[in-house]
């Protein structure tokens, strides 16, 4: 699969027809996310239009877009939390979406990221919506909980996602390893497909609800998803704060049954070594009142992304810039 295809979701017309006076104030900033068929990619599809403003633009005054003035940001897809921690940390890219976990696992070289230099340099531009964990069988497969999952065909995502690393840590919590398990490294679009035409039995999806490759594959075939709950998920949130038990409420997917899960926080991150400006302005920008309109048609997840939670759960530092913001909005003493 390709990982570097990028939407740019800024009206580049406007880049091509600007002059070279509007070329000096150019500026790109690039917004990892995830698979095509996730959550992350159209959601920064939808931020990465509200934060620009290309050379040439209407300003917000005047009824044009209340981003950054010169600035064009970008969604990237990518493969998820870890890759874009990496590519983040490696200067590959400005910015990106995170699990929390993930972030402060990184930031910490602690859990999953033991072993590794801790990633010091990431800092959080803010914390976005929650994410669920999805366990997608067949409606007639007779998996019904999480130790049925032993001996069959599973996908995890792929190594370099956040869901790969939240996978691993259900079947530990349930008393499974991926040894266990036949495990697959699918992104979800091709798992939907490889569940319905049999290939495998199961899949694990971290993400807001609903996302576009459940809801096309619960249009297609009898889906359901498997809770999350009891002892498993007790140890769990026990053990790892970032977790939390939640529902994905009853026809978040046609004809799929509300569900106990556990869900983890989606957050903006990037590097220390961005401009405090420039991302004092992108947070902004985030929050203005018309980007508000923007989030909630643009996205079903759109409506959880709020100034008021903005700081919920975030285990790394805040960017300077971002930190500013929030001072002087009210949140921060």
Same mark, same amino acid.
């Given at each position: 699969?390709?990982?570097?295809?990028?939407?740019?979701?800024?009206?580049?017309?406007?880049?091509?027809?600007?002059?070279?006076?509007?070329?000096?104030?150019?500026?790109?900033?690039?917004?990892?996310?995830?698979?095509?068929?996730?959550?992350?990619?159209? +959601? /920064?599809? $939808?931020?990465?239009?509200?934060?620009?403003?290309?050379?040439?633009? =209407?300003?917000?005054?005047?009824?044009?877009?209340?981003? +950054? !003035?010169?600035?064009?940001?970008?969604? $990237?897809?990518?493969?998820?939390?870890?890759?874009?921690?990496?590519?983040?940390?490696?200067?590959? =890219?400005?910015?990106?979406?995170?699990?929390?976990?993930? #972030?402060?696992?990184?930031?910490?070289?602690?859990?999953?990221?033991?072993?590794?230099?801790?990633?010091?340099?990431?800092?959080?531009?803010?914390?976005?919506?929650?994410?669920?964990?999805?366990?997608? $069988?067949?409606?007639?497969?007779?998996?019904?909980? @999480?130790?049925?999952?032993? /001996?069959?065909?599973?996908?995890?995502? %792929?190594?370099?996602?956040?869901?790969?690393?939240?996978?691993?840590?259900?079947?530990?919590?349930? /008393?499974?390893?991926?040894?266990?398990?036949? #495990?697959? #490294?699918?992104?979800?679009?091709?798992?939907?497909?490889?569940?319905?035409?049999?290939?495998?039995?199961?899949?694990?999806?971290?993400?807001?609800?609903?996302?576009?490759?459940?809801?096309?594959?619960?249009?297609?075939?009898?889906?359901?998803?498997?809770?999350?709950?009891?002892?498993?998920?007790?140890?769990?949130?026990? %053990?790892?704060?970032?977790?939390? +038990?939640?529902?994905? !409420?009853?026809?978040?997917?046609?004809? $799929?049954?509300?569900?106990?899960? +556990?869900?983890?926080? #989606?957050?903006?991150?990037?590097?220390? %070594?961005?401009?405090?400006?420039?991302?004092?302005?992108?947070?902004?920008?985030?929050?203005?009142?018309?980007?508000?309109?923007?989030?909630? @048609?643009?996205?079903?997840?759109?409506?959880?992304?709020?100034?008021?939670?903005?700081?919920?759960?975030?285990?790394?530092?805040?960017? !300077?810039?971002? %930190?500013?913001?929030? =001072?002087?909005?009210?949140?921060?003493?």
């Amino acid at each position: 699969m390709k990982y570097i295809k990028t939407a740019v979701f800024s009206t580049m017309m406007a880049v091509g027809m600007a002059s070279a006076s509007f070329a000096q104030d150019l500026e790109f900033f690039t917004i990892g996310t995830g698979g095509t068929a996730a959550t992350y990619y159209p +959601v /920064g599809g $939808v931020i990465a239009n509200a934060i620009s403003n290309p050379p040439g633009s =209407r300003g917000c005054d005047e009824g044009g877009s209340c981003g +950054v !003035p010169g600035l064009i940001a970008s969604a $990237v897809s990518s493969r998820g939390s870890v890759d874009n921690v990496n590519a983040i940390t490696s200067g590959l =890219r400005n910015s990106g979406f995170a699990q929390s976990d993930v #972030a402060y696992w990184a930031y910490t070289g602690t859990g999953t990221m033991e072993g590794q230099a801790p990633a010091e340099n990431l800092r959080a531009i803010a914390a976005l919506f929650p994410e669920h964990i999805h366990l997608v $069988v067949l409606a007639d497969s007779g998996i019904d909980s @999480v130790n049925d999952l032993e /001996g069959k065909r599973v996908s995890l995502d %792929e190594p370099g996602s956040g869901t790969y690393v939240d996978a691993n840590l259900i079947l530990e919590a349930y /008393g499974l390893s991926n040894e266990m398990v036949t #495990a697959e #490294a699918l992104k979800p679009d091709a798992a939907g497909d490889a569940l319905r035409n049999g290939q495998i039995d199961a899949f694990f999806f971290v993400g807001g609800y609903p996302t576009g490759a459940i809801v096309e594959l619960a249009s297609a075939v009898d889906i359901k998803l498997v809770p999350i709950d009891g002892d498993g998920a007790a140890g769990l949130t026990e %053990e790892y704060g970032f977790f939390s +038990v939640s529902d994905i !409420p009853d026809g978040a997917y046609d004809g $799929v049954a509300a569900t106990t899960t +556990v869900a983890v926080g #989606a957050q903006w991150i990037t590097s220390a %070594e961005q401009d405090e400006e420039l991302i004092y302005q992108i947070t902004a920008a985030l929050w203005n009142d018309k980007t508000r309109v923007l989030l909630d @048609v643009g996205h079903a997840k759109g409506a959880s992304i709020n100034k008021d939670t903005a700081l919920d759960g975030i285990g790394i530092p805040l960017h !300077p810039g971002a %930190e500013r913001f929030y =001072r002087e909005a009210g949140l921060l003493d």
